[in-house]
């Protein structure tokens, strides 16, 4: 992959690391300007950081959301390219004495990129080999470079100083790491502005067969701080395995129905919403939500129901899952009856909130399930829709330790005031949102220190399908104080009171804070 090595002139092991660390970090800034600038060509940070997603032991997503948060993609891009830069310093300095080193580590380097790429699904595999060809030879021809420059001054001529040879390498050096930071940051913002570019293809979405009503009156509370009755799309969290946002191309992205039927089929973009299509309030979250944790969210979709495609592909009467796929490979899965219930619409959505779905959020298509955690039903940039057993497949993150089936669980949360807040004696709001999609919320208490529950007012309820804001009206005394909530939904059941964490179905507990009065 490199060409043949020659002998370099020793230097020392300081010197030599900067230039591995400029070379290496040369070589990324160029790969991410080329998968920047040709559609199909994959982020070699990108395709290693999915490969470690790929490859992580049960139990890392949850210590990671713990640590990081939706920080997550960013701190595991950033590990990448330490990682990656370390090695190229580590290799600069093994090759003062034994050059072949330096072909030997940037081929395998290349070769880890290059098998990373192909597993992309929407990589074009010829530009998977361009993007680790020229990773290698840019590090390959710079570190050699580097090291030449940086033997040279410590054997200057009699006219040039020793002083400015070693300039002339650190400045050097300097000016390739700039160069390699520019085309990085110009190759990301090129992936970005791609991905973006993707959801103009849509068009305006048709307008819905089945509008959703607006929210009845009552439905939102006016509180300060509270939770807004519908999540706005950049507000919306986002948990995913996706390091870079997939691009689909609508000139061939399909959405194929297939396994247990007796009809498979696929649909364009067009044809999908060209579809009867209805609107719904949904409120979705995330298995990895802490409880009083903001990984929750309600919106407006807009979709085809999933009914309606299983009904044209005619769903055999043993298939007891439906797996959904993602263009990048991820999948989900969950039992049929979830899809068929006459008391819940599963939808494949194409619109959030009046607007094409965003990148970010799928498009152009996503699976959204009532009731069901997103780990196994909300698949996005949906490809596929598989009838199956239970039995048969075990989606994305069963075998990672998580839950097969994950309905969500009854949940509250205190909005305001914030923990540690400051309260002045006397009326105060203590307020939030509480959620039991397919449920709906029947009663949402506070508890004051050790004292009696005591009911909160609900909102008007958009539907079971989605949260309820509640107020509670405290006359606040001096003092410290610990507030807690808790919820009941629909069928009478109280949320549990035993603290859990996330993992293998859902946190549980009851939100508390502590506030002072004063």
């Not at 080329?34 to 890392?60: E, T, Y």
Request: aromatic letters at 6%; a negative charge; hydrophobic letters at 50%.
């Amino acid at each position: 992959m490199v060409p043949a090595e020659s002998a370099t002139p020793l230097v020392s092991r300081r010197d030599a690391a900067l230039a591995g660390l400029a070379a290496g970090g040369l070589a990324l800034g160029i790969a991410e300007l080329v998968a920047g600038l040709l559609p199909g060509a994959p982020s070699p940070i990108i395709a290693v950081g999915d490969l470690v997603i790929a490859l992580q032991p049960p139990g890392a997503k949850q210590l990671v959301v713990d640590l990081f948060g939706l920080a997550d993609k960013l701190i595991l891009n950033l590990v990448v390219i330490a990682v990656a830069l370390a090695a190229a310093a580590g290799i600069a300095i093994a090759s003062r004495t034994r050059p072949v080193v330096a072909t030997l580590g940037i081929t395998v380097f290349g070769l880890l990129a290059l098998g990373a790429g192909l597993r992309d699904p929407l990589a074009e595999p010829l530009l998977a080999i361009v993007v680790a060809l020229v990773a290698s030879l840019v590090a390959w021809f710079a570190l050699r470079w580097l090291l030449r420059l940086a033997a040279r001054r410590m054997t200057p001529p009699v006219a040039e100083m020793p002083a400015w040879g070693r300039r002339r390498f650190i400045g050097t050096s300097i000016a390739v790491i700039g160069a390699a930071a520019t085309g990085g940051v110009l190759g990301r913002t090129l992936l970005a502005q791609a991905r973006e570019g993707a959801v103009p293809q849509a068009g305006a979405l048709p307008a819905p067969d089945a509008t959703a009503p607006p929210p009845p009156a009552g439905a939102s509370l006016d509180v300060a701080g509270i939770t807004p009755l519908v999540t706005p799309n950049e507000r919306f969290y986002r948990i995913d395995t996706a390091l870079l946002v997939p691009r689909p191309r609508l000139e061939t992205w399909r959405l194929v129905v297939t396994g247990m039927v007796d009809s498979p089929f696929q649909l364009t973009y067009d044809e999908l919403v060209a579809l009867p299509l209805i609107e719904q309030y949904v409120t979705i979250a995330c298995v990895s939500n802490e409880v009083g944790g903001d990984l929750v969210g309600n919106a407006l979709w807009r979709g085809v129901r999933l009914k309606e495609l299983l009904e044209r592909a005619g769903v055999a009467p043993d298939a007891t899952q439906i797996v959904g796929r993602s263009v990048d490979g991820f999948t989900v899965g969950f039992p049929t009856v979830h899809a068929l219930a006459e008391e819940r619409e599963a939808m494949v959505a194409v619109g959030m909130n009046g607007e094409p779905l965003p990148a970010d959020h799928g498009f152009p298509a996503r699976l959204i399930v009532p009731g069901l955690f997103g780990y196994v039903s909300a698949t996005k940039w949906l490809t596929e829709i598989e009838l199956t057993t239970l039995d048969a497949f075990d989606a994305y993150w069963v075998p990672l330790g998580w839950a097969k089936q994950g309905p969500i669980l009854t949940q509250s949360r205190i909005d305001v005031p914030r923990s540690g807040a400051s309260l002045p004696v006397g009326s105060t709001a203590v307020a939030g949102v509480a959620w039991a999609p397919d449920r709906g919320i029947s009663k949402v208490e506070v508890q004051v220190d050790e004292g009696d529950w005591a009911d909160a007012e609900l909102s008007v309820p958009i539907s079971d399908a989605t949260w309820v804001q509640w107020l509670y009206r405290w006359d606040a005394v001096a003092g410290a104080h610990a507030l807690r909530v808790r919820a009941t939904d629909g069928q009478g059941e109280v949320q549990e009171e035993r603290r859990t964490p996330p993992p293998p179905d859902g946190a549980r507990g009851y939100h508390a804070i502590d506030v002072t009065v004063a």
